[in-house]
């Protein structure tokens, strides 16, 4: 401390370029402080700086002790608490959370004690140093901040422990799926819908989930004991309804459960496959070299479709393209929404096979499709569908949303069949081949970061920067934090750096995210641990990819 003290006073009223002697390793009383880079401007990115405080000194020693899980929760609190305490002082920044717990960088434990990982944007009066300023912040403020995110009696330690036990029920449940032959479990009492369109908050006042009586299962977590809830088979699944009764709803609580939800959000205890992957129509996509062959064939003017490759992908064919790569990417079941798909991929109606005959029509839709993806490839398949009964034929399970309440209606629906039978021709052969497993160009990937332009940056959920090229990902609704982005970013990165093809980068990148993915990582407290699916997707979306 006292050396930060001297070279603040060497610097007193310098220009801002001066902060650049700050660079170094501080021992304040009980932590070390890293300060890794400094910014050479007050309008650049803040500073990246570290504090590590030793075990001895924080009572939390016991959390050693604890699972992976917890440890993981446990991280994620404290990022929170100190992100929270942050928000008093504009000048400290850390990654904001939200209502997802995940594997963060910006709190990392080791073998010594607990490291933070946050940026702070060093003070200045116009462009000069105002050492006292800085003083205050580093030797004071900030310390302060320090202690009380990482020593026991200064966090809420009620609340932490909520947090991390909520976290290993989660994972707990997630992990009786496949043994109750279950696609998503949601539990009687969760709170599904959100505050609003651009908010991942609870709403108020919803109408809480309760689960038909035929679907019931109890399942056991190890804190909060037997939880009784809504199964959903695996299989094939309809949610069906009227428009505006909560059927999109159920979808998004689904598929955004492959992740652990924070105590209070509502979906605490609702849980999904880990490998689920909404997929959905994005007209404009780039496609790389994709086997298409199973749903889309004879393009017009002869184009190929067991490797489709466009820089303007169609609505049909974009969302053919994200199953296949989602499969590729090792998915295990895909969900969908009408509101969001391309209609022609989903249905063909008697009468439209009546007038446009099947020579003439590229796509087999993907009702004829859906029994051989579950039967042959064991794909489970969640759909929303309210406009069309063609479903019905091939539905192992149906759910009716109705006032926001789940029905059971899979023997109704079975009547319905029975006294209305579908007129329309099955199309389509009666195998489907496996998506092949393509290779990525990773020389590609590395000259898009030369030429001085080497930088992975990351704006909210919806974009990324890699070098020269810019990924746009808006479409991509399984992304639960930017800092799963940049942490994506980075893992290309790492792939890029050696030459040649790589064949297969879905193992490759499930290889380097294993519970030391973060070591492989720049010290950086923005990233968290992404979905070897979504690290796909991204890749996918990228313009200057090459796949083969
Ligand atoms: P659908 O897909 O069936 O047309 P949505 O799922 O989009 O309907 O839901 C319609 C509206 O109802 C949304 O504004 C949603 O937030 C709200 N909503 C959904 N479920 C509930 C609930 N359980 N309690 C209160 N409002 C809900
Ligand atoms: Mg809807």
């Known amino acids: 401390m006292q050396l930060l003290e001297a070279k603040l006073h060497k610097i007193d009223r310098h220009n801002y370029r001066s902060y650049t002697s700050l660079r170094g390793e501080y021992h304040f009383v009980d932590y070390d402080f890293f300060i890794d880079t400094v910014q050479t401007d007050p309008f650049a990115p803040a500073s990246r700086v570290r504090a590590r405080r030793a075990w001895s000194l924080t009572d939390l020693e016991w959390l050693r002790e604890k699972s992976p899980v917890y440890q993981r929760a446990a991280r994620d609190f404290i990022a929170r608490f100190f992100a929270e305490l942050s928000q008093q002082d504009n000048a400290v920044l850390i990654d904001m959370p939200g209502q997802v717990i995940l594997d963060r960088t ?8 607990i490291e933070l990982r946050f940026r702070v944007n060093l003070p200045a009066d116009g462009r000069t140093i105002i050492a006292k300023r800085t003083m205050n912040l ?58 609003a369109g651009n908010s991942d908050l609870p709403l108020p006042n919803a109408v809480p989930f309760m689960s038909p009586e035929n679907l019931a299962v109890e399942l056991e977590a190890p804190h909060k004991g037997k939880i009784r809830g809504m199964g959903i ?16 709803t159920l979808l998004s609580a689904i598929e955004r459960s492959v992740y652990d939800h924070i105590p209070g959000d509502g979906r605490e205890y609702i849980v999904t496959n880990y490998n689920a992957a909404k997929i959905r129509a994005e007209d404009g996509r780039c496609v790389h070299n994709v086997d298409l062959s199973p749903y889309i064939s004879n393009l017009p003017m002869g184009k190929d479709t067991t490797a489709f490759t466009s820089q303007n992908a169609s609505g049909s064919t974009s969302q053919a393209s994200w199953l296949q790569e989602s499969i590729e990417a090792g998915a295990e079941a895909l969900l969908i929404d009408e509101d969001t798909s391309a209609s022609n991929f989903m249905i063909r109606d008697e009468r439209m096979q009546a007038l446009i005959c099947k020579d ?15 039967d042959q490839h064991d794909i489970s398949v969640m759909l929303v569908m309210g406009g069309s009964g063609d479903y019905l034929d091939v539905a192992d399970t149906v ?49 898009l970061l030369e030429e001085g332009k080497f930088r992975i940056q990351v704006k909210d959920k919806t974009s990324l920067r890699f070098g020269r090229e810019y990924v746009d990902l808006q479409a991509l609704e399984q992304v639960a934090h930017s800092s799963q982005l940049l942490a994506i970013g980075y893992l290309w990165f ?8 790589e064949k297969t980068p879905a193992r490759a990148f499930a290889n380097m995210l294993h519970d030391d993915w973060a070591a492989m990582m720049p010290k950086y407290g923005e990233m968290s641990k992404p979905r070897v699916i979504e690290v796909m997707a991204v890749l996918n979306r990228m313009r200057k990819a090459e796949f083969k």
Not at 494 to 501: E, H, N
């Open 106 to 113: 910006a709190v990392m434990f080791d073998d010594e004690g």
């Open 138 to 195: 580093l030797t004071f403020h900030l310390p302060k901040m320090i202690r009380r995110s990482t020593i026991a009696r200064e966090l809420p330690m009620d609340q932490l422990k909520a947090h991390c036990e909520a976290a290993e029920d989660q994972v707990a449940l997630r992990a009786q799926l496949k043994e109750h032959k279950l696609l998503a479990f949601v539990a009687d009492g969760s709170v599904l819908p959100r505050l």
């Open 233 to 248: 088979p695996e299989g094939i699944t309809l949610i069906v309804g009227g428009g505006f009764h909560g059927k999109s």
């Open 360 to 374: 003439d029509e590229p796509i087999t839709p993907l009702v004829d499709r859906i029994s051989l993806l579950r």
């Open 399 to 447: 759910i009716q949303m109705h006032n926001y309440e789940a029905v059971d209606v899979t023997e109704k629906a079975r009547d319905v069949v029975a006294s209305h039978p579908t007129r329309r021709k099955a199309e389509g052969t009666e195998v489907i081949v496996r998506p092949r497993t393509r290779q990525v160009n990773r020389s590609a990937l590395q000259s």
């Open 494 to 501: 790492q792939l890029a750096q050696l030459k040649g093809w």
